[in-house]
Structure formats: C-alpha cells, structure tokens
C-alpha cells in the first residue's frame, strides 16, 4: 500500500525552530507539531507545504531542503519534513492553539507528536 504524505514545515530563524500546538482532533490536542497537512494528489510536497503553512498561519515560507527519511503516521500516511525560512513576519495562528520558537536545547521540552520525533536530531544539528 502507498502512504500519503503528509508534509511538516520546519520554519528555521535566527536558530529557532517553530513548534505548534494542535487543538484538534480531542486525541492529540495538547502535542506538538510542524505545521503542514496532507499533500493532495494533484500538488507537489513543496506546493503543499506553502499552502499549508499560508492557511494555517498566515504566511508564506521558502522551502530550503528536505531532510532525511519519512516517519510512518498509523498506517496510512508519512511525515515528511523541509527546512523553511520566512521573512520578517507575525504568524497569525488560525489552527494551533500556542505558537514557540525552540532553541537547539529547548527541542525535547514539548511532547511532539511521535512521528515528528526522529527529525529531531537533524534539526538539532540545523540550529546549531
Ligand atoms: N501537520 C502535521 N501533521 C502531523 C505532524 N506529525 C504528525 O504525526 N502529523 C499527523 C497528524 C494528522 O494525523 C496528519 C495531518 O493531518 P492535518 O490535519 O494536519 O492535515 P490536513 O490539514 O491536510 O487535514 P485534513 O483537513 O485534510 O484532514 O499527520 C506534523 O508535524 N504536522
């Protein structure tokens, strides 16, 4: 079976990572994410990317690169996840319920969503 890609949106500035607390569904309010969703069948990971993170915080990113691997998201999707950058800008959050910008050593003091985890080290070193 093909899993769908769901694309994450690593939003680096000056050496912070943008982290984002999801209010829906009931099951993983409270945890943490990238912003992004689910890419459509007609759109590339890129394509996705920027409009998801235009819907759901009111600004448009560069993609600067993809990093290595994809995680499994239950059995029928995977996360995979770009570095981006963004002009001078105010997120206007319409989808998360609280937006902060983590430092390298900051990266494990939320409760990521699972499939975010193993990115973790690559954005580490990114930030440093
Ligand atoms: N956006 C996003 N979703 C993630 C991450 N990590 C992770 O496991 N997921 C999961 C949560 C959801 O099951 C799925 C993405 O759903 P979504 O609700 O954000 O996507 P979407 O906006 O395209 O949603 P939809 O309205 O089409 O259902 O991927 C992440 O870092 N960012």
Same mark, same amino acid.
């Given at each position: 079976?093909?899993?769908?890609?769901?694309?994450?949106?690593?939003?680096? &500035?000056?050496?912070?990572?943008?982290?984002?607390?999801r209010t829906t569904p009931v099951a993983v309010a409270g945890r943490w994410e990238?912003?992004?969703?689910?890419?459509?069948?007609?759109?590339t990971p890129d394509a996705a990317l920027v409009r998801e993170v235009a819907e759901?915080?009111?600004?448009?990113?560069?993609?600067?690169?993809? @990093?290595?691997?994809?995680?499994?998201?239950?059995?029928?999707?995977?996360?995979?996840?770009?570095?981006?950058?963004?002009?001078?800008?105010?997120?206007?959050?319409?989808?998360?319920? &609280? @937006?902060? !910008?983590? &430092?390298?050593?900051?990266?494990?003091?939320?409760? !990521? @969503?699972?499939?975010?985890?193993?990115?973790?080290?690559q954005l580490t070193e990114r930030l440093r």
């Amino acid at each position: 079976m093909v899993r769908r890609v769901v694309v994450g949106a690593a939003v680096l &500035r000056e050496g912070r990572l943008l982290a984002c607390r999801r209010t829906t569904p009931v099951a993983v309010a409270g945890r943490w994410e990238l912003p992004g969703g689910k890419v459509e069948p007609d759109e590339t990971p890129d394509a996705a990317l920027v409009r998801e993170v235009a819907e759901e915080l009111g600004v448009d990113v560069v993609v600067t690169g993809w @990093l290595d691997g994809a995680s499994p998201i239950a059995d029928t999707h995977e996360l995979r996840v770009a570095t981006c950058t963004v002009a001078g800008w105010t997120p206007y959050p319409t989808e998360h319920d &609280r @937006l902060r !910008w983590l &430092r390298a050593d900051e990266l494990d003091d939320v409760d !990521w @969503l699972e499939p975010d985890r193993p990115f973790l080290a690559q954005l580490t070193e990114r930030l440093r």
